[in-house]
């Protein structure tokens, strides 16, 4: 079955960076793509990014554009976000979410989420 | 960007009621219309794809109905495990927008 595993996340500084990580596995990584969606606390998701199975296409909501960027490594099973100039805003819970078969726009299996807090 | 809006934004229902959650998009989005269930500090679960595709696995009492820009989810027959938060979401074009959410509590 599908697992999605994040890590990464913590407590970190205005201004300052993090890298955050899913791994995955139960499914053919390099055959699809992915997303990662936040949520602030207690607030509504927000889609943040998506990246092509091949990670030749990349799109982000326009709150993280040009701080945020995702990548993938199709050897190592494993999706990455990594964040800078990080804002108290950007603070919540980051999940990864795999593509759909049919679409890849369509986040089919989702993980556990990892918590980014920004604060000084 | 496509807004997504969601109809209540809370809904007090019993065991056993027939309930129906209402998203609107902002324009054409086709049939590209997920329903995910969100129960407190879990992940999202997908219920629904391409606005009435239940997903394996959900029970069949979950429906999804489209009508142009407006979609429906209807539960037949609400089970305790039913009480979370409801959240359409487009995925017809980039930025892929949710709806604000839908909670169901116990009446």
């Known amino acids: 079955q599908v697992q999605l595993v994040e890590s990464g996340g913590g407590v970190v500084q205005p201004g300052r960076s993090l890298r955050l990580s899913c791994e995955a596995s139960g499914f053919t990584f390099r055959s699809y793509g992915m997303h990662w969606v936040r949520q602030a606390p207690g607030k509504g998701l927000e889609w943040v990014a998506v990246i092509s199975y091949d990670g030749n296409n990349k799109y982000y909501a326009d709150s993280v554009k040009g701080r945020f960027t995702v990548s993938r490594d199709n050897s190592k099973n494993t999706l990455y976000l990594q964040m800078s100039s990080l804002r108290a805003e950007d603070t919540a819970v980051y999940y990864c979410?795999?593509?759909?078969?049919?679409?890849?726009?369509?986040?089919?299996?989702w993980g556990q989420g990892t918590l980014v807090t920004v604060s000084s | 960007d496509i807004q997504m809006t969601q109809s209540p934004s809370t809904l007090s229902a019993s065991v056993g009621d027939r309930v129906t959650i209402t998203c609107r998009a902002s324009q054409s989005i086709s049939t590209w219309l997920a329903w995910f269930q969100q129960k407190p500090g879990k992940a999202p679960n997908l219920l629904i794809s391409q606005a009435s595709n239940l997903q394996s696995g959900v029970p069949s009492r979950f429906s999804g109905s489209a009508s142009g820009t407006e979609f429906t989810l209807t539960i037949s027959g609400l089970q305790p495990d039913d009480f979370a938060t409801y959240y359409c979401?487009?995925?017809?074009?980039?930025?892929?927008?949710f709806g604000p959410g839908t909670k169901i509590d116990i009446k």
């Open positions: 979401q487009q995925y017809s074009l980039y930025p892929f927008t």
């Open positions: 979410a795999k593509g759909g078969h049919s679409s890849t726009w369509l986040m089919d299996s």
